[in-house]
């Protein structure tokens, strides 16, 4: 079945390291999206990309990078930089159309 | 830039009832798609329903249906014979078709419970 699969489902981090999450789809959509969701504000964007080798910032790209090397895969690293890390984090993709998105199971991040 | 807005952070409703829940937006475009999506316990992102702009039909997909008003830039959701699975956050979502990427402005969310 095709589909979004993030991993891991948890996880913890130390500060001042950084920590990778992974996003990888089967479903062929050339667009994937990185999404933070924190309670009561909804979910910001923080990186999306288009095309192999290419990605944008989005609203809150500060303290976050991304590479987008296969069509398949989108991983976000969460830098040192990242002031307030804790969050959930949701990858998306969509065809370059107008259909919407669809979206992984998402990775709770958690500094300790 | 676009924004969304949801003004009802938590709704309940008795099951086998009827919702609504509201949502406002505000763009100047006048080519955009509006979503909602519903996040129940397990977190996943469903999408329930979805609005072409252009289209004045409201959208229907079984139990659920908008009422899209474009000159008052108001899509709410209808959620007939609510059913305890349909226990979830639901945010409000428009989209602006671009050829540089689609780009998604999501609401705060209402947290619907179901009530038995």
Redesign the interface.
């Known amino acids: 079945d095709g589909g979004i699969t993030q991993s891991p489902k948890y996880l913890f981090r130390k500060e001042g390291q950084n920590v990778t999450l992974s996003c990888e789809q089967n479903l062929n959509h050339d667009a994937m999206y990185w999404y933070r969701q924190d309670p009561g504000q909804g979910l910001r964007l923080i990186y999306y990309s288009q095309i192999v080798n290419d990605f944008q910032k989005g609203d809150i790209a500060e303290g976050y990078s991304v590479s987008r090397e296969k069509k398949e895969s989108f991983p976000l690293t969460v830098t040192s930089a990242q002031k307030n890390p804790t969050a959930f984090y949701l990858c998306a993709s969509s065809m370059v159309t107008a259909q919407g998105y669809t979206f992984g199971s998402g990775t709770r991040l958690t500094v300790v | 830039a676009q924004t969304?807005t949801q003004s009802q952070?938590e709704m309940s409703v008795q099951e086998a009832e009827t919702v609504t829940l509201s949502c406002t937006y505000d763009t100047s475009e006048s080519n955009y798609?509006l979503?909602w999506?519903k996040q129940p316990p397990?977190?996943?992102?469903?999408?329930v329903i979805?609005q072409?702009a252009y289209k004045q039909q409201n959208a229907t997909e079984n139990r659920f249906s908008v009422n899209f008003q474009k000159a008052a830039k108001s899509f709410s959701l209808k959620i007939s014979d609510s059913q305890l699975g349909d226990t979830a956050m639901y945010?409000c979502a428009f989209?602006k078709?671009r050829v540089?990427?689609?780009?998604?402005y999501?609401?705060?969310?209402t947290s619907l419970t179901v009530i038995p």
Request: glycine content about 12%.
């Open positions: 969304v952070p798609y979503f999506y397990s977190r996943q992102m469903i999408l979805r072409e945010f989209m078709p540089t990427g689609n780009q998604f999501f609401g705060t969310g």
